[in-house]
């Protein structure tokens, strides 16, 4: 990983982390989870999330 990608994926542990019950070994494990699985269910996550919020 270089350290172009560690700024980002240091946000999504932070995010994750927010969630009740996630602390940041879980959140660690979570985004770790999302960036070794595709871009389509990453995608599919986000689009989740942003349409219960609609």
Do not use: C, D, Y
């Not at 542990?13 to 660690?28: C, D, F, M, N, W």
């Not at 960036?35 to 919020?53: D, F, H, M, T």
């Amino acid at each position: 990983m270089t350290v172009q990608h560690a700024q980002p994926i240091n946000r999504l542990i932070q995010e994750l982390s927010r969630l009740p019950g996630v602390g940041e070994k879980t959140a660690s494990r979570l985004a770790m989870h999302i960036l070794r699985g595709s871009r389509e269910n990453a995608e599919g996550l986000a689009r989740a999330i942003l349409e219960v919020k609609e």
